[in-house]
């Protein structure tokens, strides 16, 4: 989305696709089985915060530079005969050279037909926009030439495909996946943005600087420390302002972890307890975890949250919490940070 803020920056259309029709197939790309369906509802759900994490990204104001499109305007649309004459544009063979499908067939794990079309439909929505460059990640490379080979089909002159390196999660080891705990995620607040980013792997840094800022690594600090630190403030103020970007980095330099040195202090973003639970009751420490973190963290689910508790992600004032129906009275909390995992907070207040 930054290479594609570049295009509207250089004068170009840019059109963003919502895919909430292909979203119930899911894209196979990466995956060693087939992916549980989506139904309408899970889908529009999970669609509903995708343009608001965009706004700081793309230039949703200048007339003429952006497109909002949903991929279900047109493939909702199409009839059996339809859809037969786009399978009849690929063959198996085709689909089997695609890597994933590939493993998955020498492996003996089933490959469902209904997989066969993503890649179709998604080379779809390069005719129905008639694209003239898809963006896309490096592994999108099959979607992508999919989307040539349908323009040419349908007599449109073929996209070109830029494709950008896969970001690598926090870890420093795995792509980032919320599957995987290693993100960082648009709309969490500046001080957790923060947090997260100047601790990312020291093997990542240069990677996040060249694919996240527009600074020129040449000119960064060469010390390590330093060479982080820079970057998490730039990547942040680019996703909440240069003032709450350099709060964020002296509130991270003052914040303490251990509640033996201050950290029920610490200037942690807050959570009103009010806004959370009704307090009719104590609250279990998993609705606590998802309460508070499911806007700054992507707690999503109870379940999850459960998880997450049982794994010794959660910390109240420095003590580990490791059962998710430990139950805590509202005055027991308050004033209190809250911690999931090593690099994300919350102080609790009335």
Same mark, same amino acid.
């Given at each position: 989305y930054r290479k594609l803020r570049a295009f509207q920056d250089a004068g170009h259309t840019a059109v963003v696709i919502i895919g909430d029709f292909t979203a119930r197939i899911g894209d196979p790309t990466g995956k060693s089985a087939t992916r549980p369906r989506l139904d309408a509802r899970e889908v529009e759900e999970n669609a509903r915060t995708y343009l608001e994490q965009l706004r700081p990204i793309l230039d949703f104001v200048t007339p003429g530079r952006l497109e909002i499109q949903r991929n279900s305007t047109w493939l909702a649309k199409l009839d059996l005969t339809r859809v037969i004459g786009l399978l009849g544009t690929a063959t198996v063979g085709q689909m089997l050279a695609k890597e994933d499908f590939a493993n998955r067939y020498a492996q003996g794990t089933p490959v469902a037909l209904h997989e066969f079309l993503y890649p179709l439909l998604q080379g779809y929505d390069s005719v129905m926009v008639k694209a003239d460059v898809e963006l896309g990640g490096t592994d999108q490379k099959f979607n992508v030439a999919m989307g040539r080979d349908l323009q040419r089909h349908f007599g449109q002159p073929p996209q070109f495909g830029l494709l950008m390196p896969i970001l690598t999660g926090a870890d420093g080891v795995q792509k980032m996946s919320k599957s995987l705990g290693n993100t960082i995620g648009l709309q969490e607040d500046p001080l957790t943005t923060y947090s997260k980013l100047e601790k990312v792997a020291d093997t990542v840094v240069d990677d996040y600087i060249t694919l996240l800022t527009d600074l020129d690594p040449a000119a960064m600090p060469r010390d390590p420390r330093q060479r982080q630190k820079a970057m998490a403030l730039e990547v942040t103020a680019?996703?909440?302002?240069? *003032?709450?970007?350099?709060?964020?980095?002296?509130?991270?330099?003052?914040?303490?972890?251990?509640?033996?040195?201050?950290?029920? *202090?610490?200037?942690?973003? *807050?959570?009103?307890?009010?806004?959370?639970?009704?307090?009719?009751?104590?609250?279990?420490?998993?609705?606590?975890?998802?309460?508070?973190?499911?806007?700054?963290?992507?707690?999503?689910?109870?379940?999850?949250?459960?998880?997450?508790?049982?794994?010794?992600?959660?910390?109240?004032?420095?003590?580990?919490?490791?059962?998710?129906?430990?139950?805590?009275?509202?005055?027991?909390? *308050?004033?209190?940070?809250?911690?999931?995992?090593?690099?994300?907070?919350c102080r609790l207040v009335a």
């Open positions: 680019s996703l909440h302002g240069r *003032e709450a970007a350099q709060q964020a980095q002296a509130a991270a330099a003052a914040l303490v972890l251990t509640p033996r040195s201050g950290a029920s *202090e610490a200037q942690a973003p *807050e959570t009103r307890l009010a806004s959370i639970w009704d307090w009719s009751t104590p609250i279990p420490a998993y609705q606590l975890l998802h309460g508070v973190f499911k806007t700054r963290a992507g707690i999503t689910s109870a379940s999850e949250a459960r998880r997450r508790i049982q794994g010794g992600a959660l910390r109240l004032d420095g003590e580990k919490i490791t059962d998710p129906k430990a139950a805590f009275a509202r005055e027991t909390l *308050e004033g209190k940070v809250l911690q999931l995992g090593k690099k994300t907070f």
